[in-house]
């Protein structure tokens, strides 16, 4: 049964689905914490809406972080007992909260490694908001519909 | 005149095989630019296509839930209507509802 620990707000041990060469709609081939954006918990089996994570800071090809990418310093990170890491909200993934895709599910902990605090909490909502509002044609859908 | 706003332009050295050039100069040719401008305009063309690309959302969906919409967010302990309203919002948009 699906456990309600995994809240919103939590970073957790999930098989994240990547894209080409792998299968958008199935579970990724390696363990990767990602950050519960939202829960669905009404529907069998819950769902997860999840957001990709990265260790280290942003190294893409803009010199700051693209809208949508927020960093967590040395300091912050350590607040979550994490290494600095950043959070792509440009990456989601809408997934049930199984064994398949969370397998540490059954574990004590159900594979949480921390809870975002709540102004970590807002500060990634308000730039999701941001990011969403744009334009409905930068939003795409991989995987099943 | 050069337009003292606009910074001046960093020249770059690029090396070419022999064919890669020749065909260079026949595509130039097709837009009336030289191999340079040309050049200048591939880079800028590659430039805006990247920015362009990290602008995009992709959601990947789960085979499970092929037609299942992801419905209602959960509503946190103690959260207000006004903020359970806005992060509900957010989501319906996110799936075109």
Known sequence: MADPSIADGSFVWTLFPFGPPHRPELPGPARHIAYVLARNSRQRPAQALLAYTSSGPWRGASPAPPLGVIEFSATEAKALRQRPFHIDLRCLAQVPVTSAWFPDLEQPDHGVVAVAGTRHQVRIERAFEQLVARNRHLIEMRGSR | ?97
């Open chain 2, 1 to 97: 005149m050069p337009n003292p706003s606009t910074p001046p332009k960093t020249g770059v050295t690029v090396r070419l095989a022999p064919e890669v050039h020749e065909r260079l100069k026949q595509l130039a040719e097709t837009e009336h630019r030289s191999v340079s401008g040309y050049l200048e305009a591939l880079v800028e063309r590659e430039v805006a296509a990247r920015d362009e690309a990290e602008r995009v959302i992709r959601v990947h969906v789960a085979a499970e839930l092929a037609g299942r919409p992801f419905g209602d967010p959960d509503r946190r302990p103690g959260e207000t209507e006004k903020s359970y309203a806005r992060r509900k919002k957010t989501i319906d948009t996110l799936f075109g509802r």
